[in-house]
């Protein structure tokens, strides 16, 4: 089947600690997108990339940081100068012109 | 800067039409799109275009930089978060807006 997976769906570090979130697709788009959720707010754009080994910085880039060496594959690193990293965040990939963005499941992280 | 703007919260009734307004300040976007989301599981498309469109109960209207979804007969089921979203080299969304639906 066609789709978007992100793993794992919970996941639990130490403070300062960096994590790796994967999300990996097979409906061969070019585009793909982190975006987190906080209880009460919306989704926000972390990274995104248009292309292979290409990405640019969401509205809330500082303390992540992402790679696109495959075009099925674009994991996100919460590093450890992210402050308040413990949140819900989602991933996605749409088309070149971007006419829809299939989520995956999405990924817990709690930062303890 | 680019952005879309919709209410944080609507309120409705169970069994009326609902209204959920959105619109946008992103000069070269020209499609809406409208997704569904429950806490904690994936966003889901309900409705998408740069013409009025209908799927099911939901409704779109467009203008240029503004779309309303419609959801019809509404259920306390439908109750969640709803995102408005355009496209330019990416795709912009809102800061959502949770629908409560009271019985």
């Known amino acids: 089947d066609g789709g978007i997976t992100q793993s794992p769906k919970y996941l639990f570090r130490k403070e300062g600690q960096n994590v790796t979130l994967s999300c990996e697709q097979n409906l061969n788009h070019d585009a793909m997108y982190w975006y987190r959720q906080d209880p009460g707010q919306g989704l926000r754009l972390i990274y995104y990339?248009?292309?292979?080994?290409?990405?640019q910085k969401g509205d809330i880039a500082e303390g992540y940081s992402v790679s696109r060496e495959k075009k099925e594959s674009f994991p996100l690193t919460v590093t450890s100068a992210q402050k308040n990293p413990t949140a819900f965040y989602l991933c996605?990939?749409?088309?070149?012109?971007?006419?829809?963005?299939?989520f995956g499941q999405g990924t817990r992280l709690t930062v303890v | 800067k680019d952005q879309v703007f919709q209410p944080s919260t609507v309120a409705s009734s169970e069994g009326a039409v609902v209204e959920i307004f959105c619109n946008h300040s992103?000069?070269?976007?020209?499609?809406f799109f409208w997704y569904l989301h429950f806490p904690g599981c994936a966003p889901r498309l309900l409705v998408k275009?740069?013409?009025?469109?209908q799927q099911g109960r939901y409704n779109m209207t467009y203008e240029r930089f503004s779309s309303s979804l419609l959801i019809l007969q509404v259920r306390e089921a439908d109750a969640a978060v709803y995102y408005c979203?355009?496209?330019?080299?990416?795709?912009?969304f809102g800061t959502g807006t949770r629908l409560q639906v009271f019985p």
């Open positions: 996605a990939s749409s088309d070149r012109r971007n006419t829809e963005a299939f």
């Open positions: 275009g740069s013409k009025p469109s």
């Open positions: 979203a355009c496209n330019t080299d990416k795709l912009i």
């Open positions: 990339s248009q292309i292979v080994n290409d990405f």
């Open positions: 992103v000069s070269n976007a020209y499609n």
